[in-house]
């Protein structure tokens, strides 16, 4: 998108006063005035995205009024200044950075990564991090393995702060439930209580990087309870280069993610399945964070790695802006998975192809 999508421009002919400006204004409705320049007779007014076409239209047939246009978007591309942003392929293969014209996202749309835990002081996560919870067999609520705070910082790392890595998700905020160990094992009743503690807690999107081939009631029902109140749950499709149904991914409830190379053909290791994994999103030597002390991943502080574990973020970091322009769950989940960029393999491999942020942003701004 080339311009905001909650505001516009009203130019009035010469001779039209204030007044009669603001009267006009006011008698459309539903338009708050943002600033005026009043040598030129031009208002910039704010609207409701969903209403700004048919504003515009109405403002446009007045007498008085010479022109109505969009604010147009010259200089405000977000540039990250992390710099480890040129590394992050991913982030520049689904359009990211013109996503980040459209919204940045709010403070008010919280992540819950479902994980091995977050490192919470982490400089590049810190301040994204709004609260801890631990289901876990392990002591702590802080990562010990690496796998949490990897996927964190896909999601949603700290933006344009001079350090480190770029996060999906530049203003929504970070929820660190750690269902799993520091092995990165867990139960179906651990990864359960951090579903229902998630959506109890206002989680907008739950991002589950975890799974296995063994059905679960339990855990069909907390994820239904989380849709149920509105939570977006994203899943990773499972490592194993197999169709066999890898869960909580193939449960109807989530939007299940594959992983994909930088050529856009599907990763190696990545499940398939047209009829239960929806979308796909980069996930081969993906830059993210690393706990600053040793861990199981062998790496610290940055680093790269593999799998529909790093896929799945991507698509969650996209949710939460997503969100924060659209409230409901179901409606960004059809956007998401319906402006997909068709790939070899879509209707075999994968229900969709790969994610777009930017279309499925313009998408429910129209």
């Known amino acids: 998108m080339d311009y905001f999508p909650d505001r516009f421009i009203i130019g009035f002919i010469p001779g039209v006063s204030q ?37 515009m239209t109405i403002l446009s047939n007045f ?8 604010v147009g978007i010259l200089s405000a591309q977000l540039t990250p200044n992390d710099p480890l942003f040129p590394q992050q392929w991913g982030l520049l293969k689904i359009n990211s950075v013109r996503a ?3 919204t940045r996202g709010s403070t008010l749309v ?24 631990n289901f876990s067999a392990s ?14 910082g896909i999601a949603a790392a700290t933006t344009r702060n001079n350090l480190g890595v770029a996060g999906m998700a530049i203003n929504p905020r970070l929820m660190n439930i750690k269902v ?14 951090g579903v229902i503690y998630a959506t109890d807690n206002g989680a907008k999107v739950i991002n589950m990087s975890l799974g296995g081939t063994l059905f679960s009631t339990t855990l069909q029902n907390a994820v239904q309870y989380a849709k149920n109140n509105g939570v977006l749950i994203v899943a990773a499709a499972g490592n194993n280069d197999s169709d066999t149904l890898f869960y909580p991914a193939a449960y109807p409830e989530c939007l299940s993610v594959a992983a994909l190379n930088r050529d856009d053909t599907k990763a190696a290791f990545s499940n398939y399945g047209s009829s239960w994994v929806d979308v796909a999103a980069p996930g081969i030597d993906i830059l993210s964070t690393l706990p600053t002390y040793s861990n199981s ?26 969100l924060s322009l659209e409230p409901n ?3 960004v989940q059809n956007a998401i998975e319906t402006t997909t960029v068709p790939l070899a393999g879509t209707g075999s491999l994968y229900e969709r192809g790969r994610i777009n942020t930017y279309a499925a942003l313009l998408n429910i701004t129209q």
């Open 19 to 55: 007044e009669r400006a603001l009267e006009i204004i006011e008698h459309v409705g539903g338009l708050t005035l943002l600033s005026e320049i009043p040598a030129l007779k031009v208002y910039t007014v704010s609207v409701s995205p969903a209403l700004l076409n048919i504003k």
């Open 63 to 70: 007498s008085g009024v010479d022109y109505v246009e969009y």
């Open 100 to 102: 980040w014209n459209v």
């Open 110 to 133: 919280n992540i819950a990564i479902l994980d091995t835990g977050i490192q919470t002081n982490h400089p590049d996560l810190v301040d994204k991090i709004v609260l801890s919870q």
């Open 139 to 152: 002591s702590t609520a802080e990562d010990l393995h690496g796998h949490g705070t990897h996927v964190a």
């Open 180 to 193: 799993l160990d520091d092995s990165g094992v867990g139960s179906f009743s651990d990864i359960a209580q």
């Open 297 to 322: 991943t062998g790496l610290t502080n940055y680093g790269s790695l593999a799998g529909t574990s790093m896929a799945a973020p991507f698509v969650s970091g996209l949710a939460a802006l997503m």
């Open 329 to 331: 769950a179901n409606t």
